[in-house]
């Protein structure tokens, strides 16, 4: 029912400044939406996570401070904002859609196909 599709942006005015974009073919306003990230040879980990509501978001100890998760019902689309990037942020992060809010990847039902962040030092 839903489809998630990621594209980024990169951000020419702020140095090692990424945002992510989830557009939901279908509507996604009644699911917590969440970005995962793999690493290659590693298991996939919660980056963070927002509620129905826009207002419980979690983040993942490593990127609190730099990282901004949102969303935009009206858009039917979740963002995330990378900022400081670390060659330890190269993975492949992937948009998630689910009924409840976990830091767990089987509580989400849609995925978007992922998407290849690569920081260099």
């Known amino acids: 029912q839903v489809q998630l599709v990621e594209s980024g942006v990169c951000s020419v005015l702020v140095l090692g400044s990424l945002r992510l974009f989830c557009a939901a073919s279908?509507?996604?306003?009644?699911?917590?939406m969440a970005w995962f990230r793999q690493a290659p040879g590693k298991e996939r980990d919660v980056v963070a996570s927002?509620?129905?509501?826009?207002?419980?978001?979690v983040y993942a100890d490593s990127d609190k401070g730099r990282f901004t998760i949102s969303r935009d019902n009206a858009k039917n689309t979740a963002y995330l904002q990378m900022n400081s990037l670390k060659p330890e942020d190269t993975a492949m992060y992937y948009c998630?859609?689910?009924?409840?809010?976990?830091?767990?990847?089987?509580?989400?039902?849609?995925w978007g196909q992922g998407t290849q962040v690569t920081v260099s030092s």
């Open positions: 279908g509507y996604t306003y009644d699911k917590c």
């Open positions: 998630a859609a689910g009924p409840w809010c976990s830091r767990s990847g089987q509580s989400y039902d849609y």
């Open positions: 927002i509620n129905t509501g826009g207002v419980g978001i």
